[in-house]
T-cell receptor
Framework: EAGVVQSPRYKIIEKKQPVAFWCNPI?????LYWYRQNLGQGPELLIR????????DSQLPKDRFSAERLKGVDSTLKIQPAELGDSAVYLC????????????FGPGTRLTVL | AQSVTQLGSHVSVSEGALVLLRCNYS??????LFWYVQYPNKGLQLLLK??????LVKGINGFEAEFKKSETSFHLTKPSAHMSDAAEYFC?????????FGTGTSLTVIP
């Protein structure tokens, strides 16, 4: 079974530039998460989707971050414009619906903003 | 609201020694609890989870954790550390569709 796929794995951009990350979840997983993980910290939830609906985006900095999950499968997270403080690893995870279900994580995209 | 506290951001043990990684949680409702492991440049992988069945949960790679409601703890243990256990370990709590990770504990295994 294929796991969660993310691309790109690494991205280096200059501040004020836009950047986008892509995630393909495990087939059949209704729930999709985007997390940001700073160095030495645990993942912090940015947004959670149930199918194509964003059900929790309370931690998403909406002035510069946006996300979409068209057709309830793949998802894209965008930052525009990027700031130095956005340098982090962006993780995508998917699961079946329900608090008790395991989340499966992709390898992440390491973003460096110069 | 839910939260997780991991005591000790770095833990070092000798190969063959007991591994104990501490996790305390806060939750206003009965929680589900998870331990994940992250190897360098890899995604997080589930070690084990507590879902209100048995309080002693066995996971992969010889790890286990015990849910103690009275102590609001979910500590992770392994009787004998192996070099391959060196990684970052995260405790997480889930309840009412809120999911929070702890700040992680980096485990070093000394040969």
């Amino acid at each position: 079974e294929a796991g969660v796929v993310q691309s790109p794995r690494y991205k280096i951009i200059e501040k004020k530039q836009p950047v986008a990350f892509w995630c393909n979840p495990i087939s059949g997983h209704n729930t999709l998460y985007w997390y940001r993980q700073n160095l030495g910290q645990g993942p912090e939830l940015l947004i959670r989707y149930e199918n194509e609906e964003a059900v929790d985006d309370s931690q998403l900095p909406k002035d510069r971050f946006s996300a979409e999950r068209l057709k309830g499968v793949d998802s894209t997270l965008k930052i525009q414009p990027a700031e130095l403080g956005d340098s982090a690893v962006y993780l995508c995870a998917s699961s079946l619906s329900g608090d008790y279900n395991e989340q499966f994580f992709g390898p992440g995209t390491r973003l460096t903003v110069l | 609201a839910q939260s997780v506290t991991q005591l000790g951001s770095h833990v070092s043990v000798s190969e063959g020694a007991l591994v104990l990684l501490r996790c305390n949680y806060s939750s206003s409702v009965p929680p589900y609890l998870f331990w994940y492991v992250q190897y360098p440049n890899k995604g997080l992988q589930l070690l084990l989870k507590y879902t209100s069945a048995a309080t002693l949960v066995k996971g992969i790679n010889g790890f286990e954790a015990e849910f103690k409601k009275s102590e609001t703890s979910f500590h992770l243990t392994k009787p004998s550390a192996h070099m391959s256990d060196a990684a970052e370990y995260f405790c997480a709590v889930s309840a009412r569709n809120q999911f929070y990770f702890g700040t992680g504990t980096s485990l070093t295994v000394i040969p």
